[in-house]
């Protein structure tokens, strides 16, 4: 009995051991986050991305070129494409050590604060992190409007892009996700447009904002949620959209669907009856109709000699595909044609040309008409060109190009001229 309690305290004394170095681990990778100047226009920001298993991930913002750090040793890491090519930190220096042993220096600019904030949205307590550039004057913010899935806080460059023009950014975790109270497998939209117009409610009351230049940056889903939360706050004024939709969820999603189809080899005759299939599908779930029902209408596309490639296994009903069927029910029509009708705010919006998640072709003539019909006198729309739903390089944007590590030319650089433009930037243009 004794030796099983000793087992048990060395093992306890271990887990928090292992749990204190991995939060100390963390902690270091923020303390790295930044922006670092090598000069000649050379400038490397890197932060902290959550879907990339929570490691450190950077961008050239001359090069545009992108990838991951992946540790070697205290201070030291290689990048996750490339072997030879190491980054080290010391203070608020970067040493990048390239394949043919040089070292340039790169120098940490607009030093920044991270803080851990907390609000309330509805019956939710949401989590997330308020960076801010340290400045004696007020600070520009930016509220970040994630995209589909249990997105988190750490999104990565975009955070110290923005800090390094002297931009604060407000990221938290979507309900459900992370930290963050409720369930975003079920949410609708509208809810979650709810969440970004608390986070703002939140951060206007902040001394060391200024809250007359307080914007959303929306991602992807973001281009439904962003855009109806800058519709219902009278404090969010600008508006950026990175390939977000400009067409309903059930024309998206057909969209996606096709894409995929496409890139696993079916035929162009069996992509269309797929996807006619699924849309029927879909349009049950917006008519109340129950997860059996929808089910029944699959069933009568058996004889198809496809079915089996999508199907392989009997259909059967669980907690996953019944949350589906439920986010289906609430959010399938959702369109932000309607809220962009009602936006007087500056507004860019960039689409990718070889997406395969949203139609940026069909997309964009959408939200040029609602926002002409607003009357909004101040909005761009831009379809950049090779870029696929990433942001980077892409041959066909289907799920099965390769990962080109190659920032799209455009998006970047037309952002820091907008935002310069109209004196959001926070620094010395």
């Not at 975009?158 to 950014?169: A, D, E, K, P």
Request: proline share 3%; hydrophobic share 40%.
């Amino acid at each position: 009995m004794k030796f099983s309690l000793l087992i048990r305290l060395k093992l306890t004394v271990i887990i928090c051991f292992l749990i204190l170095f991995c939060q100390a681990q963390d902690q270091a990778l923020y303390d790295y986050e930044g922006t670092y100047d090598f000069g000649n226009n050379e400038k490397i920001t890197l932060g902290i991305f959550d879907e990339f298993n929570h490691s450190l991930v950077y961008l050239n913002l001359k090069t545009l070129k992108v990838g991951n750090l992946v540790p070697i040793s205290k201070n030291s890491f290689r990048e996750g494409n490339d072997s030879s090519l190491v980054f080290h930190f010391e203070g608020d220096k970067l040493l990048l050590s390239r394949e043919n042993n040089t070292v340039a220096t790169g120098n940490r600019i607009q030093p920044h604060s991270r803080e851990t904030v907390r609000f309330k949205s509805g019956n939710n307590l949401l989590e997330g992190d308020l960076y801010l550039p340290i400045k004696k004057e007020k600070v520009p913010v930016v509220v970040f409007a994630h995209g589909s899935g249990p997105a988190t806080r750490g999104v990565s460059f975009f955070t110290t892009y923005f800090l390094q023009l002297g931009i604060g950014v407000l990221t938290f975790d979507k309900q459900g996700a992370g930290k963050s109270q409720g369930d975003w497998e079920t949410a609708g939209f509208e809810a979650l447009s709810d969440d970004i117009v608390s986070a703002v409610n939140f951060i206007k009351t902040n001394t060391k904002i200024d809250r007359e230049k307080i914007g959303i940056l929306g991602n992807s889903q973001g281009g439904w949620t962003g855009t109806m939360a800058a519709a219902k706050s009278k404090d969010v004024s600008f508006l950026l959209m990175r390939v977000g939709s400009g067409q309903n969820v059930l024309e998206t999603i057909s969209h996606e669907y096709e894409g995929s189809f496409i890139a696993e080899g079916v035929s162009k005759t069996e992509v269309s009856e797929i996807v006619e299939m699924y849309r029927n599908h879909w349009k049950l779930a917006a008519q109340n109709k129950t997860w059996e029902e929808g089910n029944a209408l699959l069933l009568n596309y058996k004889e198809k000699s496809w079915f089996p490639k999508i199907f392989p296994e009997p259909r059967t009903k669980s907690e996953s595909s019944e949350k589906w069927w439920k986010w289906l029910g609430k959010n399938l029509y959702a369109d932000n044609y309607t809220y962009l009708k009602k936006l007087k705010i500056p507004v860019l919006w960039q689409l990718a040309g070889k997406d395969w998640n949203v139609n940026s072709q069909k997309s964009a003539p959408r939200i040029k008409e609602a926002l002409r019909l607003s009357k909004n006198k101040d909005y761009a729309v831009y379809i950049i060109p090779g870029m696929g739903h990433n942001g980077l390089v892409a041959k066909t944007g289907l799920p099965n190009d390769p990962v080109s590590w190659q920032y799209a030319a455009g998006f970047w650089e037309r952002m820091t001229v907008w935002l310069q433009q109209h004196k959001l930037t926070g620094v010395a243009n």
